[in-house]
């Protein structure tokens, strides 16, 4: 005996978006491509920025937000077609504890690595509890 089974075609269209089932793996950022997270020593920001070379990477701290840009449009005359790569990410760092301006960037594989060492006070440390006696 074969037992059917209704199909709803419209059920993919009012169910919750599946990127959240993975919600437990996220770093501090939601925006895809942009992967943020940390060590005891720095704070490491990395964004794709597939197809533009690290000349036309801008990167800016300003008022506490970490902006990425990135932007290439190539048009080729013979076949009338345009070409165009961008991104821009966005990333509140105010109370992040880095020291924005020793900053460091790296470029490899169309990805940029963004490493900003903690200041002191960010840094994990221990703190001894102490028993009062009476």
């Not at 059917?4 to 950022?29: C, E, I, N, Y």
């Not at 020593?41 to 990135?70: M, R, Y």
């Not at 504890?97 to 990805?111: L, P, R, T």
Request: contains cysteine; charged residues 35%; aromatic residues 8%.
């Amino acid at each position: 005996m074969t037992d059917l089974v209704k199909r709803d075609p419209f059920r993919g269209l009012f169910s919750f978006p599946r990127f959240l089932d993975d919600a437990d793996d996220m770093s501090f950022s939601a925006q895809r491509g942009l992967k943020v997270h940390e060590t005891d020593k720095d704070i490491i920001v990395e964004a794709v920025v597939a197809g533009v070379p690290a000349s036309d990477v801008d990167i800016n701290v300003d008022d506490g937000v970490l902006t990425i840009k990135a932007e290439r449009s190539e048009e080729t005359k013979k076949k009338g077609m345009y070409k165009s790569s961008s991104y821009q990410y966005y990333y509140t760092c105010a109370l992040s504890g880095g020291a924005w301006d020793k900053a460091d960037a790296d470029f490899e594989d169309g990805v940029i690595t963004i490493t900003i060492p903690k200041t002191e006070a960010a840094r994990p440390r221990k703190i001894t509890v102490k028993a009062k006696g009476k």
